[in-house]
C-alpha cells in the first residue's frame, strides 16, 4: 500500500472507530512498523485532521468526536463486494432487517459516480453465492422485529411453537443468530423474567408495545 493510499485508510480506520486505538493496533492492522504509524499521524495532524491521543483504558489515538468528514467515496471494487453481499443476504432471508439493508446499499450505489456504476454492475454479476434460504418470514413481522431491534423497543410476538399451538408473549431482542437456514432471536421474555430463543420464521404476528 502506498503511503498516500495509507494515509487515506488511516484517516478512515480513525473515523470508523472513534475510539482510542493504540500505534501497536495500527501499525499491525497496516503492516508498518510503529515508528512508520506515528510519522502518518503527525501528517493527518498537519493536515488539519484533529488526530488526539486518549489515556487510559479504552485509550489510543481517536479523532475529536466532533469532527466530521465528507461522505465516503467507495471505489468500484469495494461497492461490488457491498452489494453482492448485501443482495446475497437478502435473498438468502437471512436478515430481518431487510427495509434497512436495502436503503443502505441504494447508499452505496448512489455514492458513486455514473461511470463508477456502470463498472459496478459487471463486476456485482460476475460475483454469486449458493445456498439454502432461510424459511420464509412474513414481510409484517420482519418490519415489526426491524423497529424492536434498532430502537430496542419490546416486541409483543404470536409464536408457533408447534402446528397449531400458538403462544404469545413480549420480549425484548438480545440478539440475532443465522444458523444455516435459520435465524434465531435470542430475547428476553419480560413476562416469565427468562431467556427465551425463538426462530423468526415461526413467529406468526409482531408488533412494538
Known amino acids: 500500500m502506498r503511503r498516500q493510499e495509507r494515509l487515506f485508510a488511516l484517516a478512515e480506520h480513525l473515523r470508523g472507530r472513534r475510539t482510542g486505538v493504540t500505534a501497536e493496533a495500527l501499525a499491525e492492522r497496516f503492516g508498518v512498523t510503529v515508528r512508520t504509524i506515528y510519522r502518518d499521524l503527525d501528517s493527518l495532524r498537519a493536515a ?62 448512489g455514492a458513486l459516480s455514473a461511470s463508477a456504476q456502470r463498472e459496478l454492475v459487471p463486476l456485482a454479476d460476475s460475483i454469486q453465492f449458493i445456498g439454502v434460504p432461510a424459511h420464509a418470514t412474513r414481510p409484517s413481522v420482519r418490519k415489526a422485529v426491524e423497529q424492536a431491534w434498532f430502537e430496542h423497543q419490546p416486541l409483543r410476538i404470536a409464536y408457533s411453537t408447534q402446528p397449531g399451538i400458538i403462544s404469545k408473549r413480549v ?7 443465522m444458523d444455516g437456514h435459520i435465524t434465531f432471536l435470542n430475547c428476553d421474555d419480560l413476562e416469565l423474567n427468562e431467556k427465551r430463543q425463538f426462530r423468526l420464521d415461526r413467529i406468526i404476528e409482531a408488533c412494538v408495545t
Open 48 to 109: 488539519e485532521l484533529p488526530v488526539q491521543a486518549e489515556r487510559g483504558r479504552g485509550g489510543g489515538y481517536a479523532l475529536d468526536r466532533a469532527y466530521t468528514l465528507p461522505p465516503v467515496n467507495f471505489t468500484p471494487r469495494e461497492a461490488a463486494l457491498l452489494v453482492t453481499l448485501g443482495r446475497f443476504a437478502a435473498e438468502m432471508r437471512l436478515l430481518p432487517f431487510t427495509d434497512t439493508l436495502a436503503g443502505a446499499l441504494d447508499k452505496v450505489r
Open 171 to 177: 420480549v425484548r431482542i438480545r440478539s440475532v443468530v
